[in-house]
């Protein structure tokens, strides 16, 4: 057994399986890995470099086809198996377009085409390529223009602007009764939300920041990408105030600027923006 954080972690192998068994510090176990390819089992050399549970079970299931067998709430590795796998998923994809926006800034003219492969790259995934069973009706994960949990004040008045991004989570039995009004008005809270960003300033990074804010997102990510110097000033300023408050906040952000040879960039998981 062997320590990852506050966290005690135990590799058992059999025959056929392995499992890794996570204890926090009352000695409950929080959570239960099960690999069934011996070709991919792991060992204590392997895993205890991880800096956290989470940052573990990513490399378990992307690297090792690890399945959740057991998760428990209220620690850092007790949340829902699926809404971990779905953030790991969801960071990936924010990823991967910022690795090709970076390689081929110009593939994209607008903003909306960025989205589009924002989305096949979300799809891409199983647990957010699913349907989600509500009583009255069926519905995907992954959603477009999902209005804001909670109004903001603007020009004096309340309005509900969109998210770019929501992710809906598989239903409780409490929620099984929301209709398909509840639906088509956007009243379901979203477990995930993106906001994304090409070419604008300061300010607009500043008022996606503070929309995610205002809704209390239970996971919000950031994309701010440009290819242009206008508009930027602040901005690198702004991105490294949320990623040095990202371990205590549930906001985290992907960042590029590129103009010609020149390229900043931050993946999500990076710990400073590199230039």
């Not at 996570?22 to 792991?42: A, M, Q």
């Not at 079970?57 to 067998?69: F, G, R």
């Not at 994309?223 to 242009?228: G, P, V």
Request: hydrophobic content about 35%.
């Amino acid at each position: 057994m062997f320590q990852i954080g506050n966290y005690k972690v135990k590799i058992v192998t059999g025959k056929k399986t392995q499992t890794i068994n996570v204890f926090n510090t009352k000695g409950e176990r929080c959570y239960k890995f099960r690999i069934s390819d011996s070709k991919r089992f792991v060992n204590q050399n392997l895993l205890q470099g991880h800096t956290s549970i989470q940052k573990m079970q990513q490399n378990l299931i992307k690297e090792h086809n690890a399945v959740i067998e057991k998760s428990c709430n209220g620690t850092e590795a007790g949340l829902d198996s699926w809404m971990q796998e779905s953030i790991f998923y969801v960071e990936q994809a924010i990823n991967n377009l910022l690795e090709h926006f970076v390689q081929v800034p110009y593939f994209h003219r607008v903003e909306q085409s960025l989205h589009c492969e924002l989305f096949r790259h979300l799809l891409q995934s199983d647990p957010l390529n699913q349907v989600l069973n509500f009583e009255h009706f069926q519905t995907g994960i992954i959603h477009k223009e999902w209005p804001e949990t909670i109004p903001r004040e603007y020009e004096g008045k309340n309005q509900r602007g969109n998210f770019d991004f929501a992710l809906l989570t598989p239903p409780s039995k409490k929620e099984q009764k929301i209709t398909t009004d509840d639906f088509c008005k956007g009243l379901i809270r979203p477990s995930i939300v993106i906001e994304m960003g090409l070419n604008y300033d300061f300010k607009h990074l500043q008022n996606d920041h503070q929309k995610l804010i205002n809704s209390g997102v239970d996971y919000g990510y950031l994309i701010h990408f440009a290819r242009k110097n206008a508009g930027q000033k602040n901005v690198k300023e702004y991105v490294e105030q949320i990623i040095s408050k990202e371990k205590a906040s549930n906001i985290k952000i992907a960042y590029a600027h590129v103009v010609k040879n020149n390229v900043c960039y931050r993946r999500i998981g990076d710990k400073m923006v590199k230039c």
